[in-house]
């Protein structure tokens, strides 16, 4: 969380400088363990819905209205980026479960092919070994 609110100090900063114009985070959103969607959210400028007058109240706000709607951005974007770094990780490790999962049953079906490929020639060799008996045998009686 300390990074994620670093990095958005420092974008904000360049934002408010006015050397970006927008910001966008893209990043990989969780669905399950085999499920994965991209996801893109605008963080700045920051989207808000106006207030109609009919539905406005004025309350005193300690501190000013300003300052608390800034502490509450950066709280607000730094949440934002570090939910997408989760949701990332978090889709990542699904990725490699499922990779791993398929990787197993991949194992499992060489396995059983190995093993049947092994048998068959075992009981070639067997065969012939056999055969080559009879026949030995078959020449000292004759």
Request: glycine share 4%.
């Amino acid at each position: 969380m300390v990074d994620a609110k670093e990095l958005i100090m420092n974008i904000t900063n360049r934002y408010l400088k006015g050397e970006i114009g927008k910001v966008t985070l893209v990043h990989n959103e969780f669905k399950s363990a085999i499920s994965t969607t991209q996801a893109c959210k605008q963080l700045l400028p920051i989207e808000t819905t106006l207030v109609t007058e009919t539905y406005k109240v004025s309350y005193i706000i300690e501190p000013d209205p300003q300052s608390l709607f800034e502490s509450l951005s950066v709280d607000y974007l730094s949440l934002n980026v570090y939910q997408g770094i989760l949701e990332s990780v978090a889709a990542e490790q699904g990725a490699r479960m499922a990779a791993m999962d398929a990787a197993t049953d991949n194992a499992g079906e060489m396995i059983k092919g190995l093993t049947l490929e092994y048998n068959r020639q075992r009981q070639a060799q067997i065969t012939t070994e056999l055969s080559e008996i009879v026949a030995g045998a078959e020449a000292l009686v004759s």
